[in-house]
């Protein structure tokens, strides 16, 4: 015999609760952050983040589902290695591309520790 699956209580909400839910799922349906869209209606930031913690422990909305955006990633740095010698390209001594695209050159390349401690601020 199949064990069946249980099936989760309907949770009676109180008027004030489905007030402040209304306004949650308005905020994400708008994609706004929670803070931003009770300040442009006037609402409490510290009520509405307190009905979405009590909601959200009730069960009625998802811990998921939060209005935030995702992080954008910070780019990282690129290795670089330093040669022995030096070569000029075109009069230009040294050349480094950063991994945004960015061109720096030199005209006077430095020499020794100096470089390697460039190489060390750009690796």
């Known amino acids: 015999m199949k064990a069946r699956p249980r099936r989760r209580a309907a949770v009676r909400l109180t008027e004030r609760q489905r007030h402040w839910l209304e306004h949650i799922r308005a905020a994400q349906r708008k994609d706004e952050p929670l803070t931003v869209y009770a300040e442009q209606r006037g609402l409490s930031v510290s009520s509405l983040y307190e009905a979405k913690r009590h909601l959200r422990k009730a069960g009625v909305i998802a811990a998921a589902g939060g209005t935030k955006k995702p ?53």
């Open 71 to 123: 992080k954008q990633m910070v780019p990282e740095f690129v290795s670089v290695s330093v040669r022995e010698r030096v070569h000029s390209v075109n009069g230009t001594a040294l050349r480094v591309r950063l991994g945004s695209g960015a061109l720096l050159e030199w005209s006077d390349a430095p020499q020794g520790e100096a470089l390697r401690e460039l190489v060390g601020m750009l690796s």
